[in-house]
């Protein structure tokens, strides 16, 4: 189905309410019905019936059927938060005694979810360099039940090969996870290469502006029953019809958005990869990355994600840039209008002994937001200049 239907038509039923143009929010917890019969039947099959609002809105719906289009899959769910998207794939796949394989320094809540709240369930897990798939095919193990993926991984961006890895889980009857949120449905989709389930943290590209947390699961139809009559339901991960609106509102520009924040971090990366004080670049589609090849093969674009390694010595050097920079506000998160910057730094030398994160403290991950180019660029100058 076509980008533009998806976006504009898929899922809304304006005939149901007045021809109106927007979809009105359901802002309801439950439904009547008319008879026995048909309050039955709704309990038969309650993901495609109106009963509860913890399980099936039909505002949640229309975006629940454009999320499911975006990623190629059967059907989709929308929940709470990125995180509890991860969560509830991963638990709906795994008992006691299994195992799973995961990229090494995921998401960290996904790092967490492996190895401080499963491993109380007795569920272990190895964490792999994915960049190669012969370390994947190593770590499988007898009760290895789930791959979790991330292409490209979180901060330094390392890919895995999409295929090769839905081919090595099909043989092995082993449910392959992938967090699709940094390439998006709009550059990447991983059902096309044989991948199970695909989670978003919807909170980034696909509401895009910075006011919503929420999460996706995308996969088929039985995987999505199974999680809707499992995790979804039974730990209440839904999300608010308001919220579900304001994502449907996102979503109308989602194109243009993450291909802006693409094209302008092209930009951006060029000039810093030739600046003296930037050390090294990451940005999965710049020819000096590591697996650019594979990264033009299985993406058609990057979005706005840059990661830098300053020429730094000190520590001072670093502060002294990011206190020089005006244009990029210093938060978490990322995918909004709005560019941000998230130094390393912050996670050395913390208070209370916390371990250090294994990412040099020269490192700095760039959110390229809306803005024009050499707005950006001349604030990353002058800050370069000044440290
Ligand atoms: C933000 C993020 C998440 C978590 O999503 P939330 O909506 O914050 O729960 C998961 N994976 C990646 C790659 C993220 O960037």
């Known amino acids: 189905m076509k980008l533009d239907e998806i976006l504009t038509h898929l899922g809304e039923e304006r005939a149901l309410y007045f021809n109106a143009i927007a979809p009105p929010i359901i802002q309801t917890s439950n439904f009547a019905f008319e008879t026995i019969d048909e309050m039955r039947a709704a309990f038969a099959d309650e993901l495609s019936h109106h ?4 399980g099936n809105n039909p505002t949640v719906e229309i975006l629940r059927k454009k999320i499911a289009a975006l990623e190629l899959a059967e059907d ?22 299994d195992h799973i394989i995961c990229v090494q320094k995921p998401y960290s809540w996904t790092y967490k979810l492996l190895t401080q709240f499963l491993t109380k369930y ?27 993926l991330e292409s490209p991984n979180s901060l330094t961006f390392e890919l895995q090969d999409l295929a090769a890895c839905a081919a090595f889980a099909i043989q092995h009857d082993i449910i392959t996870i992938i967090d ?4 998006s ?6 059902i096309k290469y044989g991948i199970d389930i695909v989670v978003h943290s919807a909170t980034k590209y696909l509401n895009g502006h ?9 996969a088929s139809k039985p995987m999505i029953n199974k999680i809707f009559n499992g995790e979804l339901m039974t730990l209440g991960l839904t999300i608010s019809p308001h919220d579900a609106n304001l994502i449907i509102r996102g979503l109308r520009t989602f194109p243009l958005r993450v291909q802006r924040s693409d094209e302008t971090a092209r930009k951006v990366a060029e000039f810093l990869y030739n600046h003296p004080r930037v050390e090294k670049i990451y940005f999965p589609l710049h020819h000096s990355f590591a697996q650019y090849e594979l990264a033009k093969r299985q993406m058609s674009g990057c979005g706005g994600l840059i990661t830098i390694k300053l020429k730094a010595e000190t520590k001072e050097e670093v502060y002294r840039f990011v206190a020089a920079i005006n244009c990029f506000l210093m938060a978490v998160s990322w995918g ?15 208070p209370g002994g916390m371990p250090d994160s294994p990412i040099h403290w020269t490192t700095v991950r760039l959110y390229i937001g809306l803005e024009e180019s050499a707005f950006l660029v001349e604030d990353l100058s002058n800050a370069l200049d000044q440290m």
């Open 51 to 54: 009963i509860y609002t913890r």
């Open 76 to 97: 989709a769910l929308v929940v709470g938060s990125g995180a509890s998207a991860i969560a509830a794939a991963v638990l709906a796949n795994i008992m006691a005694g």
């Open 122 to 148: 007795n569920v272990e897990h190895t964490f792999v360099d994915g960049t190669s798939i012969q370390h994947i095919i190593d770590a499988r193990k007898s009760n290895t039940k789930v791959l979790l």
């Open 180 to 183: 699709n949120s940094h390439a």
């Open 185 to 190: 449905p709009l550059f990447q989709q991983p």
């Open 210 to 218: 910075s006011d919503v947390v929420a999460g996706v699961i995308c």
């Open 336 to 350: 909004g209008y709005e560019s941000l910057m998230i130094p390393s730094l912050v996670f050395h030398d913390m």
